[in-house]
């Protein structure tokens, strides 16, 4: 169950960095907020996978619930709730507005995935 990935370790960091560059610099209208969105649940699967061997189509769909429950906590002002208004890191984990768009970016984030895993050569890593 455990086993370290260098393939997905490496897809991981890379994710991380243009998830990075995206909340640095790309203050536009469809890049940060739709294309960031689709990306985040690409990068948790790999996270992921990267320290967990285990099938696909769990960690595709526990990705997918996790990203639905953090746009719930954002419908349901979570950060208001836990008194954390004033803080500068917690709207960046988990968001300050719900969007339906935002579910449809993570559910294509997930179907792209579960597209690329059901190629018998995608599902193997490459070490």
């Known amino acids: 169950m455990f086993n370290f990935s260098k393939y997905y370790f490496r897809l991981t960091v890379l994710l991380f960095g243009t998830e990075v560059l995206i909340a640095l610099y790309a203050h536009d209208q469809f890049i940060r907020p739709y294309a960031g969105d689709f990306l985040i649940v690409i990068f948790l699967f790999c996270l992921v ?3 967990l061997n285990v099938r ?3 960690v595709i769909s526990s990705v997918l619930v996790f990203s639905y429950l953090i746009e719930l906590s954002q419908y349901f002002n979570l950060i208001h ?3 954390l208004d004033q803080s500068k890191i917690a709207p960046l984990l988990l968001g300050n507005h719900f ?3 935002d579910m449809v970016a993570y ?3 997930a179907a792209v995935i ?3 895993q ?3 050569e995608a599902s193997r890593p490459i070490r």
């Open 49 to 51: 996978r990267t320290f």
């Open 56 to 58: 696909s189509h769990w």
């Open 81 to 83: 709730h836990l008194g």
């Open 99 to 101: 969007s339906w768009i």
């Open 107 to 109: 559910t294509l984030g």
């Open 114 to 116: 579960f597209m690329l």
């Open 118 to 120: 059901s190629f018998p």
